[in-house]
């Protein structure tokens, strides 16, 4: 584990309590601590969580995710950890950072990494879960299309952090605006020339970028009134992101 003292000295009283709060810290907790106390082996086919073991864990997350959905007369049920971004998320950091071991028909093991992760105070463990995220993490995960199958291109998270710096804290930035500029300055294309290739690339920055800025406490996301779909408007940068970006090793 990396230290981050210096990152935590910068820390207002009110980020302290943010950092504590955060629900992508306290959904991680409860996923090591889960795996700790029970035993829990992976799936044979992929080495995901069994469908017991996902109910029970995202029923402690701050935010509980919808595993089951009725429409009509077709109930749509759990098939598998794949199915719940918000555990498959925690889950992925989880075991970049070597919090976690395990796989197909393994055990699920917290590490001696993950032991030393929750004796950490909550800033040191946003400021490691934000470092795996940022340098060892493929962030087509967030958005598995095949039109990104080659990858991104050469240092589109070093140019994406770098514009990040750039805007102001606290303003508004339209969420359109902000992915077109960052499409525009990374080189993103879409493989298949289709006249919605702008609109596909806009939404792939919405997933890898600015709704996991949301996660992190980095920035603060306005959808707009619209009652059919969460669909992001704007967002903001708070003091608490960049004070994070700065601080990243």
């Known amino acids: 584990m990396p230290s981050q003292q210096n990152w935590i000295d910068n820390l207002s009283p009110f980020e302290q309590e943010l950092a504590q709060n955060l629900p992508l810290r306290r959904d991680m907790v409860t996923l090591l601590t889960y795996l700790r106390d029970h035993r829990v082996i992976g799936t044979q086919a992929s080495g995901n969580l069994p469908l017991k073991a996902i109910r029970e864990v995202t029923a402690g997350f701050v935010h509980p995710p919808v595993l089951d959905s009725t429409i009509g007369e077709h109930t749509h049920h759990l098939r598998s950890e794949d199915d719940v971004w918000p555990l498959l998320f925690i889950h992925l950091l989880a075991n ?8 197909r028909s393994r055990r699920w093991l917290m ?5 030393r ?4 105070p909550p800033g040191t463990q946003i400021a490691f879960l934000t470092s795996i995220w940022w340098k060892k993490m493929d962030w087509v995960i967030a958005f598995p299309y095949e039109g990104l199958s080659k990858g991104l ?3 589109f998270k070093d140019t994406t952090r770098i514009y990040l710096q750039e805007l102001p804290v606290e303003t508004r930035i339209p969420v359109d605006e902000f992915a077109d500029e ?4 990374t080189g993103l294309t ?4 289709v006249e919605s290739a702008q609109t596909i690339l806009r939404r792939a920055i919405y997933r890898m970028v600015v709704y996991v800025l949301d996660y992190f406490g980095m920035a603060e996301i306005k959808y707009r009134d619209d009652k059919h779909a969460a669909i992001v408007s704007n967002f903001t940068m708070t003091v608490f992101g960049r004070k994070l970006l700065d601080g990243m090793e």
């Open 153 to 155: 291109p050469p240092r």
């Open 111 to 115: 590490t001696n990494e993950g032991e």
């Open 117 to 120: 992760f929750l004796e950490y």
């Open 96 to 103: 970049y950072g070597s919090l976690l071991e395990g796989g």
């Open 182 to 185: 960052l499409i525009a300055r």
């Open 190 to 193: 879409w493989r298949a020339e």
